[in-house]
């Protein structure tokens, strides 16, 4: 039972409420305050801390290496592959811009690697015309360039050949969440925890959300940002879940590489943090049972990527312990395209990243925030 002044305060009628305070909801909320201070925000999440991928991913800010690339090309069409490509660009220089000195952001660059020459090859010939797509994006004649060097410099192994962009760039997740939390808390937006929503109903002059223990929220307008699990709520939402598997080493002395590293077209990838390795991926050897919104660890994908740490990336250093593992759940569809837009007056979304949610978060959510700031002035 809820008295007088929790419903006053706390279940007061809100201008708009989101449901997820992972990267999206967060930075959804930023601009909509941004642009109209005066807005009653309040944001949903049903865990603890953020339930997803936004603190649980490799702190990477994915601009897309040249096979990921040049794979959307193969799905989209170079149009709308350029257009994504635009919004990585934005979101990376937006993070920079609001956040940088507060989360460990750093432009380091980001190399992918290559074990298959054949793969490299058909890469290499697509890399001019590949270049020439991008420069209208980052104004560089050769974003995407051979690096003959850092593959020999870093002590890897197992890895022939090395493509290299200055864009890309790492974050420490955890301080981006905390300081955008610290802000909003600024702004005066409420943020509630440990709330998890069952369903909505979309009434005449109002959205009611009902949430577990009896908890009934009302708003002008709904953002579901909940990405991978969108399902529970918008159960006609195209998308799949994906889980994304990490490990951290123990520290490891004379570590002399820095940047981010991507190979097996995505499916894996590492940096240096603090002189630790983080190392994540695998999905690919088995979709069907990494295709589930499940946190767990599997032994076929840790042994792997064990596997990969001992023998390629610290060959040097078989000695070193793992120090730590997690996983996250992120959210994919076949055609490679989130989904951020408005459904109706009342009801919008922003999901769906297909694991590039650290970059595309920013530009996706203050075109919505505009989107809705329309509906709720009309």
């Excluded at 449901?19 to 909509?32: E, H, V």
């Excluded at 076949?334 to 595309?360: E, F, H, W, Y």
Aim: with cysteine; hydrophobic share 40%; proline share 2%.
């Amino acid at each position: 039972m809820l008295s007088f002044w929790e419903k006053d305060v706390f279940l007061k009628k809100y201008d708009v409420i989101i449901i997820g305070a992972g990267f999206s909801g967060l930075w959804l909320a930023y601009f909509l305050k941004k642009y109209q201070p005066k807005l009653e925000i309040a944001i949903l999440e049903s865990g603890t801390l953020p339930t997803g991928a936004s603190t649980k991913n490799a702190g990477f800010s994915c601009f897309g290496s040249p096979t990921e690339l040049l794979e959307n090309i193969e799905v989209m069409g170079i149009d709308q592959a350029m257009f994504w490509a635009e919004k990585r660009y934005k979101g990376i220089s937006m993070i920079a811009q609001y956040f940088g000195s507060e989360i460990e952001y750093d432009d380091c660059g980001g190399t992918e690697l290559f074990n298959d020459k054949v793969v490299f090859e058909e890469t290499k010939e697509q890399l001019e015309a590949l270049n020439h797509s991008i420069k209208s994006i980052t104004g560089k004649d050769n974003h995407f360039f051979i690096d003959e060097n850092i593959i020999q410099n870093a002590g890897f192994s197992g890895f022939q050949h090395a493509i290299k962009n200055t864009v890309e760039g790492s974050i420490h997740s955890g301080k981006l969440i905390s300081s955008m939390t610290e802000t909003l808390q600024a702004m005066k937006v409420t943020i509630f925890n440990g709330v998890k929503v069952q369903r909505f109903d979309n009434e005449v002059n109002s959205v009611k959300i009902y949430a577990e223990n009896g908890l009934i929220f009302e708003a002008n307008h709904l953002s579901i940002t909940t990405n991978a699990f969108t399902k529970q709520l918008l159960p006609e939402v195209d998308l799949y879940p994906g889980r994304g598997q990490v490990l951290i080493t123990e520290p490891i002395e004379g570590l002399n590489w820095r940047g981010t590293f991507h190979f097996d077209k995505g499916y894996y990838y590492f940096r240096n943090y603090r002189n630790r390795v983080l190392f994540g991926g695998g999905r690919n050897l088995d979709f069907k049972t990494e295709n589930t919104d499940e946190f767990a660890l599997t032994s076929l994908v840790q042994n792997r990527l064990e596997q990969l740490l001992y023998e390629n990336i610290i060959p040097k250093y078989s000695n070193i312990k793992i120090d730590q593992r997690w996983s996250g759940i992120m959210a994919f569809d076949d055609t490679k395209t989130p989904v951020s837009k408005c459904l109706n007056q009342r009801i919008s979304l922003s999901v769906r990243m297909n694991g590039m949610g650290v970059a595309l978060a920013p530009t996706l959510s203050e075109n919505l925030a505009k989107e809705i700031l329309k509906t709720i002035d009309d």
